[in-house]
Antibody
Framework: EVQLLETGGGLVQPGGSLRLSCVAS????????MSWVRQAPGKGLQWVST????????DYADSVKGRFTISRDNSKNTLYLQMNSLRAEDTAVYYC???????????????WGQGTLVTVSS | EIVLTQSPGTLSLSPGERATLSCRAS???????LAWYQQKPGQALRLLTY???SRATGIPDRFSGSGSGTDFTLTISRLEPEDFAVYYC?????????FGQGTKVEIK
């Protein structure tokens, strides 16, 4: 059974940092691109970042470029999102997801975690 | 980027009724690269369909996707109690991937 478990969310002040983790099981982690997608309270979904299976290719939404860094440790079946210079508008539930098919840098996701809440507030 | 507009915002129906959800794109979605997801409170998102009309693994055949170009539809032929949820469309034909704002299917 595929499982994705996100951790690391919490309350952080504007300008602060946080690192999210997503532990995966039930599939061959290194063979799949992985993504982070967020959902602000009461709002829709927004793609944040994607990393290839090997970790050699990454992509970011313009709104987080230069502030967030996606990475993965295939030996630990773990995906990360390092978030720096956090802003109030980054407040959201952050989901990790397995990308099943990608074309031209854009993908759909087959499995999702239940998310971890990040709140940026003073 | 491609903007997806879903309608209606809320659909009030009874179990057993047919639900028709619309997703309209601001420009043509390449190769019908459109997916639909279901979201329930406290649960992980569930992929329903991809490639506009292909059902994901384990999805009942009462769920069907259709459409091309800029107009796409998710149809639930007969609503079951577990189908009352929020549904999102997403395009992956161009970067960045984008999502619609969601349609809530609620019990009438």
């Amino acid at each position: 059974e595929v499982q994705l478990l996100e951790t690391g969310g919490g309350l952080v002040q504007p300008g602060g940092s946080l690192r999210l983790s997503c532990v995966a099981s039930g599939f061959i982690f290194s063979t799949y691109a992985m993504s982070w997608v967020r959902q602000a309270p009461g709002k829709g979904l927004q793609w944040v970042s994607t990393i290839s299976g090997s970790g050699g290719t990454t992509d970011y939404a313009d709104s987080v470029k230069g502030r967030f860094t996606i990475s993965r440790d295939n030996s630990k079946n773990t995906l990360y999102l390092q978030m720096n210079s956090l802003r109030a508008e980054d407040t959201a539930v952050y989901y990790c997801a397995i990308d099943r098919f990608c074309s031209g840098g854009s993908c759909y996701s087959e499995y999702w975690g239940q998310g971890t809440l990040v709140t940026v507030s003073s | 980027e491609i903007v997806l507009t879903q309608s209606p915002g809320t659909l009030s129906l009874s179990p057993g009724e047919r639900a028709t959800l619309s997703c309209r794109a601001s420009q043509s979605v390449r190769s019908t690269y459109l997916a639909w997801y279901q979201q329930k409170p406290g649960q992980a998102l569930r992929l329903l369909t991809y490639g506009a009309s292909s059902r994901a693994t384990g999805i009942p055949d009462r769920f069907s996707g259709s459409g091309s170009g800029t107009d796409f539809t998710l149809t639930i032929s007969r609503l079951e109690p577990e189908d009352f949820a929020v549904y999102y469309c997403q395009q992956y034909g161009s970067s960045p991937r984008t999502f619609g704002q969601g349609t809530k299917v609620e019990i009438k």
